[in-house]
């Protein structure tokens, strides 16, 4: 019998609410409501934009793990037409519950994480290896070169979730990691955003001009803004691959399809994927960036 088998204590048991179809058919015209007004704005994820009915899906299943609509937006992704979160986000519904998650260990060799439900005292432990990653066929994803460390904890954290935690998840049985290193995620193009083909002519190409908006309210929406980190990163990869600054933005809404304002102004998803983008295309020659 595994450990994700044993039994749990009765005191540690939680009280699951079945809602019958009336009912969940009442919360998903409410979804339905709120996705609406959501998914027309900025504030949304791209992979959302103009797409109420999936952001009514995903509202109600972030119901069920305990987001907030605009949670469930910034947070869900489908992936081949299974719901998916990045680790963190995970962790973070888990912990809410009121079990506990822990790193035990850490280093771009090896992540431990812990992780104990509420009301028992079995502690679950998973360690995820640089090695045992390379068996399993992982490391061929970049982000094992570039950040290890990172990617180990996103298998041994989701590992240890779903073992005390299933119930807290409704659930799920993959992180965003998990499926984008069994390559689904590459069949869709990364967490259901749709991007362009680019090369590296893409990025002197103009950049895609927006309509004017009907509701003037929508302007006032804070863009997103990725991290200095990233920001980093991204401006090394430009310098890499040779793109001039003066084309760096239009290369961008390119891949993007919308226009942008800024380089930074990109939500997680739409920097991991200009990244791809960008990783993909050939280094440049000596003397070649304008």
Avoid at 245 to 270: F, K
């Amino acid at each position: 019998m595994t450990e994700i088998a044993k039994h749990v204590p009765a005191e540690a048991a939680v009280e699951i609410h079945r809602p019958d179809l009336h009912e969940w058919a009442g919360k998903l015209a409410a979804a339905h409501t709120i996705g609406s007004a959501l998914c027309g704005t900025s504030f949304a994820p791209v992979h959302f934009r103009g797409k109420p009915d999936e952001a009514a899906a995903a509202i109600l299943y972030g119901s069920e793990v305990g987001f907030t609509p605009t949670q469930a937006l910034q947070n869900l992704y489908v992936i081949g037409g299974k719901p998916a979160l990045y680790a963190r986000p995970m962790v973070a519904i888990v912990q809410n519950a009121g079990h506990e998650v822990w790193t035990e260990a850490k280093s771009d060799e090896s992540v431990t994480v812990c992780g104990r439900r509420r009301g028992t005292d079995h502690t679950i432990t998973e360690t995820w290896t640089i090695d045992r990653a390379r068996k399993a066929g992982y490391t061929n994803n970049k982000k094992y070169q570039t950040d290890p460390q990172a990617m180990l904890y996103a298998r041994a954290a989701s590992d240890v979730c779903r073992q005390i935690a299933a119930d807290a998840l409704a659930g799920m049985a993959y992180s965003v990691e998990e499926l984008e290193l069994a390559g689904e995620a590459r069949d869709t193009g990364r967490p259901v955003v749709q991007a362009a083909p680019v090369t590296a002519e893409s990025f002197r190409q103009p950049a895609p001009v927006e309509a004017p908006a009907e509701v003037a309210e929508q302007d006032e929406t804070p863009e997103p803004k990725i991290t200095q980190a990233q920001q980093r990163r991204l401006f090394a990869l430009f310098k890499a691959k040779g793109v001039a600054e003066a084309d760096q933005l239009s290369g961008i809404a390119h891949i993007l399809q919308r226009p942008i304002e800024s380089r930074t102004a990109m939500t997680d998803a739409e920097y991991a994927l200009v990244t791809d983008r960008l990783e993909a295309l050939p280094d440049a020659q000596a003397g070649d960036e304008s």
